[in-house]
């Protein structure tokens, strides 16, 4: 049994087109943010949530809650600090 060339047509086609909408979904090599900034931004901002952590179990009296004042500061600003750094980005790119 010999297979033609125009038999794999459609799959190349098909394949063709789906490699296309995986590089639009992903975007090109510029258009992508910078994660080691995203990440530094992460980072400075986890260790100001940890300062404030520190000065809130300082104020308060709970003192065995310490470890959790800790996490849940440095938490925040990794969160806070990559959410904002993606929008800063994201402003960069729509303007370009």
Do not use: W
């Amino acid at each position: 049994m010999l297979i033609s060339c125009e038999q794999f047509a459609p799959l190349s086609h098909a394949s063709h087109y789906i490699t296309l909408n995986v590089n639009n979904l992903i975007g090109n090599a510029e258009e992508q943010m910078n994660f080691k900034m995203l990440v530094f931004s992460g980072i400075m901002t986890a260790l100001v949530g940890a300062i404030l952590g520190l000065v809130v179990n300082h104020t308060t009296s709970a003192r065995s809650r310490q470890p959790i004042f800790i996490i849940a500061g440095s938490t925040l600003g990794f969160v806070i600090g990559v959410g904002y750094e993606a929008v800063q980005q994201n402003k960069h790119e729509e303007t370009d």
